[in-house]
């Protein structure tokens, strides 16, 4: 299942090379709320793995973004003690138009980590 996120980045953080193959990347991202007339402000990391590690590049920290993220689990034991890690693997970034103070779904740019030279009435057979 995937899920989405809008937000300010905050900030971004080098690329770790963890291994020989496996590379990862982390980013933070503001989330600011209004409930019940107060202003509730959240803050978000997110991990990019492998080639999706260059998705932040073309984002500036203060940009408004929307993360399209998976949520990944895993369970590790050590010494007798179990503990539980979650992660939020972001595979994709939009970064979102200003246009005065209102949002529409005209604000939103191309996705930054795809690029298609097809023309918009291609169609996309692809199972995934």
């Known amino acids: 299942m995937s899920y989405e996120l809008t937000g300010k980045l905050i900030a971004k953080y080098e690329t770790l090379q963890r291994t020989e193959t496996f590379k990862l990347r982390e980013f933070a ?5 209004e409930f019940n007339g107060r202003t509730i402000i959240n803050y ?14 073309r984002v500036n920290i203060g940009d408004e973004i929307k993360v399209y993220f998976n949520i990944k689990g895993s369970k590790w034991e050590k010494d007798g003690k179990v503990n ?8 994709r970034i ?9 949002k529409t779904d005209s604000d939103y740019l191309e996705p930054l980590d795809t690029f298609s030279a097809a023309p918009p009435d291609a169609v996309d057979d692809l199972p995934f």
Do not use: M, P
């Not at 991202?29 to 709320?33: G, N, Q």
């Not at 080639?51 to 590049?57: E, L, M, R």
């Not at 939009?94 to 209102?102: A, D, P, T, V």
């Open 29 to 33: 991202v503001e989330k600011t709320e």
């Open 44 to 57: 978000v990391k997110f991990q990019c793995v492998q080639d999706k590690t260059t998705i932040i590049d």
């Open 84 to 91: 539980y890690i979650t992660n939020l693997d972001a595979w």
């Open 94 to 102: 939009e970064q979102i138009l200003q246009s005065g103070s209102s």
